[in-house]
């Protein structure tokens, strides 16, 4: 089984100064490993007072156009009051061009620009952002595995990344691009997006321990609660370690 959220009553979160550990309010949780950080677990008010110390987040929200990561990204920095990065605006213009030509880039169009996204994301940490949200597609493990290369990068040893990726069937996809007005990416693309598509799988998963997956069919509203959901847990787990 793949690691997903479900919908769960949403507490904010609160951060407390760093070096405070999470305090008796996590209570009964408090001896438990993280891996046992269910969204059950979370759903209390328990997971309102949990404290997040202070590690230092990049959110990569992945996944093929349309799925919404720009709308779920947008969010989520607002939440946690993180920097937010859209990925689209450091293509180079040529990447642009052939998008919107609907000719779907390849792995050489997109090495440099996943390497300035993961650059951009540790120089928001560095000017002091205590997170940053980036969307990215990231289609494929190695683009994954590119922006991974972050913790190798950054001098802040708190520093983490995590993959929120937004999981969608094409026609969901195919349907909202379709609605969306004066964007360069088309249906073509979302049939390519899908075709290059690695989703995140089990080993990648379980072995990495650094993908949360959505689903994204439902209202915006929905997807806005599971990512929450997602996020609270990555955050709340990290504060553990
Ligand atoms: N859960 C949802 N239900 C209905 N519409 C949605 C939902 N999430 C996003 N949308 C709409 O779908 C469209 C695509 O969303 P968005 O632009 O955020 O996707 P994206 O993944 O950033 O796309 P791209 O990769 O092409 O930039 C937008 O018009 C957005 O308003
Ligand atoms: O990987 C890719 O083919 C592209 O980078 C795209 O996915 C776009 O950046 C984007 O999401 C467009 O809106």
């Known amino acids: 089984m793949l690691q997903t959220v479900e919908q769960s009553h949403l507490k904010p979160l609160h951060y407390a100064p760093?070096?405070?550990?999470?305090?008796?309010?996590?209570?009964?949780?408090?001896?438990?490993?993280?891996?046992?950080?269910?969204?059950?677990?979370l759903n209390s008010a328990k997971a309102a007072e949990m404290s997040i110390t202070d590690h230092h987040h990049i959110l990569i929200v992945t996944g093929p156009a349309g799925c919404g990561k720009s709308t779920i990204a947008k969010y989520l920095a607002d939440r946690y009051g993180f920097d937010y990065i859209e990925g689209d605006e450091f293509h180079p213009k040529a990447n642009i061009d052939k998008m919107a030509a609907g000719i779907p880039l390849n792995?050489?169009?997109?090495?440099?620009w996943l390497i300035l996204l993961r650059d951009q994301a540790l120089v928001a940490l560095k000017d002091g952002?205590?997170?940053v949200v980036v969307t990215c597609s990231a289609?494929?493990?190695k683009y994954r595995?590119?922006?991974r290369t972050a913790r190798l990068y950054n001098e802040d040893p708190n520093a983490n990344v995590?993959?929120?990726y937004l999981r969608?069937?094409?026609?969901?996809?195919?349907?909202?691009?379709?609605?969306?007005?004066?964007?360069?990416?088309?249906?073509?693309m979302v049939e390519s997006q899908f075709a290059a598509?690695?989703?995140?799988?089990?080993?990648?998963?379980?072995?990495?321990?650094?993908?949360?997956?959505?689903?994204?069919?439902g209202t915006l509203q929905e997807v806005q609660d599971l990512a929450t959901v997602a996020v609270d847990k990555v955050l709340v787990g990290t504060s553990r370690q």
Not at 169 to 188: F, W
Not at 197 to 217: G, M, T, W
């Open 129 to 131: 952002a205590k997170g």
């Open 145 to 147: 595995d590119v922006i």
């Open 139 to 141: 289609l494929k493990k």
């Open 197 to 217: 598509l690695e989703e995140p799988d089990e080993a990648e998963c379980k072995q990495l321990k650094d993908v949360e997956i959505v689903d994204v069919k």
């Open 18 to 41: 760093p070096p405070t550990p999470p305090t008796s309010n996590t209570g009964s949780t408090s001896n438990t490993p993280n891996t046992s950080y269910t969204s059950s677990s």
């Open 162 to 164: 995590h993959f929120v």
């Open 107 to 112: 792995d050489e169009d997109r090495w440099d």
């Open 168 to 188: 969608a069937d094409k026609e969901t996809l195919l349907a909202r691009v379709r609605a969306r007005q004066g964007h360069y990416m088309k249906d073509a």
